[in-house]
């Protein structure tokens, strides 16, 4: 167990060196509500918090606030806010002000400056006397947030620390301890999202008693005692985030931050790459205004903005995904699903996720006696896959699209019964294609790509950066959501050797079949592209599916090997030295006989 550790901290601080763009400049702006009237009141928000935060540094920050009477700390509270405080809300916001006003004294510390006065080396001597001062600092804006809502500017929800730090969430499969985990509450009851549990709203945001759970924790603060450790936080906070990627399967992206010291540094996880912004000091005004922007920030945007998917949602009393086919045609059909085939499991890529689905609207759980919930079966004809591909930012330019391969094949397979049923075909029920949001503010249609969830900003200086670190351009990601019928189960589930050997016997004449007459290669042949169908008597039958990864056997055009494809356990050994050599039917043929001795 201890070895795996081992092996995933080093994957995650690979993959960190491999995908992390430093010192982007907007990040936080990714989180700034998009239309125009709810933007100016995010940014009013938080320069009222940042101006009352920076007053409490110079007032709490020389003199004890018992030396102040209570009625004149409330009325300047009352001044700043907009609202009344209690008195409970005074002692609060002064406890939690003590607290995250330590982290500024860890700069001091470890410069060396008035180490003896500012801080005492007992408490901050480890990572663990930051858990406390961060939570303060989040819960602090938050309590300055809802007070805010209540005067009229209305958030859509509350960023608070899960109660528990240093915890393993209570769902994990991992023994990895979280340091601080956070989550989205109401601002007002009944205007908030949770992916998909709901919270209570709640009063005392000193955080309710319990430990953060990946199906609703929003992001992860990962922290550290020194600067030095930058690097470590980072693989720690990559390898924590993967697990939500796996577990909430409405994520498009992650925010995470880590913060070293007195500095922090915020980062969206993205298909492409993990984007992080330059450093903000909490010993700097600057910084701390930057730090209260974000929090506010995502407090006010769009759920998709905080890295939701806005067409998949959880329905609470049917117990299962809504799933919309979301296309610009105005007809959104919404598809039901409580079978997930296959979640997203790396942090980088495609991000892939299959759904086994119906369009027909099931039936609510029923209890028994004994007070068990039943659920009628659901008659699931659709295959739902949801992905981030490389594609070109103009449609009709993308010639590797797998919408299009696929009604190329299903066309040029047309009339091979030996075949018919061996390769997915396009559901009639709706349209497969580019994932589009409509915007309210505006009603315009858009592509959900990375370059849209950034901004045009950030993602030209993210190009720039890319290109400049690997010499090569930044690829696009494009969200499809594909539609297919065709119901299979994985290969795992074949019974004998015998009848593995059908089932890739069939693949391989459907992969054929496809080459001859379609002139498509699909250059990504793995376990999990090779599915097992059985008919009415039992017999297996094999299935060729995932088109990403195809090529026209026409096109000559460009570098032989844009993008090296396939599973790396079954990849050919052309494909494994990145050879000059255009991929053939025989690269394909090669992945078989390592799938056969692999299985």
Known sequence: KDKVEDRLIEEAKEHMRTYRIPDIKGVVDVALPKDKQTEESAKKVAADIASLVESLFRIWGTTDVEHKSEEKIRGWLAKKSGSEPTKATVNMLYRWFKQFRR??????????????????????????????????????ISECVK??????????????????????????????????????????QG??????????????????????????????????????????????????????????????????????????????????????SPTMDFASIPGRRQLVQLFTYMSFCRKRDLGYDPT??????????????????????????????????????????????????????????????????????????????????????????????????????????????????????????????????SGNWYEDTFKTVLGESVWNQLSAAVEKKTNNGLALRVHKRVFTHGIGAPIKFVESIPELIVVAADVMRCHSEIVDKCKILHRDLSMGNMLVQRDSSGVAHGMLIDFDHAISTDARDGDPHAERSGTMQFMSCRNLENSQLHPSPLDDWESMLYILCWA
């Open 103 to 140: 982290l500024t004294l860890l700069e001091r510390k470890t410069r060396g400056r008035n180490s003896k006065k500012d801080a005492d080396p007992e408490k901050l001597s480890d990572e663990r006397a930051m858990y406390e001062p961060t939570k303060a600092f989040v819960s602090f």
């Open 312 to 441: 998949i949602s959880y329905d609470n009393a049917l117990r299962c995904l809504k799933i919309k086919a979301c296309s610009t045609n105005g007809i959104d059909e919404t598809f039901y699903s409580r079978e997930v085939i296959h979640c997203a499991q790396r942090m980088f890529g495609r991000h892939t996720r299959c759904f086994k689905a119906t369009s027909i609207k099931p039936l609510p759980p029923q209890n028994d006696k004994s007070g068990t919930e039943s659920y009628e079966p659901m008659d699931c004809d659709t295959i739902i896959k949801d992905a981030w591909v490389e594609a070109t930012e103009n449609a009709m330019e993308d010639s590797r699209d797998e919408v299009e391969l696929i009604r190329t094949i299903t066309v040029g397979l047309d009339g091979v019964d030996t075949v018919r049923d061996m390769y997915p075909k396009l559901s009639d029920k709706c349209s497969s294609g580019r994932v589009h949001f409509k915007a309210p503010e």
């Open 191 to 276: 205007n908030y999202y949770n992916p998909i549990a709901e919270y209570p709203a709640v009063s005392n945001l000193d955080g309710l008693d319990m430990r953060p759970d990946l199906e609703n924790t929003l992001a992860y603060i990962e922290l550290k005692y020194s600067q030095k450790e930058l690097d470590n936080a980072y693989a720690q906070l990559c390898r924590y985030s993967q697990e939500l990627y796996m577990a909430q399967h409405d994520r498009r992206f992650i925010w995470g931050m880590v913060i070293c010291g007195s500095i922090a540094q915020a980062c969206v996880f993205g298909p492409n790459c993990a984007v992080s």
């Open 147 to 188: 007070a805010h809502t209540k005067a009229g500017d209305q958030a859509k929800r509350l960023i608070l620390p899960f109660d528990k730090t240093d915890t393993c969430p209570v769902d994990s499969e991992h023994d990895w301890r979280v340091d601080v985990a956070l989550r989205c509450d109401s601002s007002k």
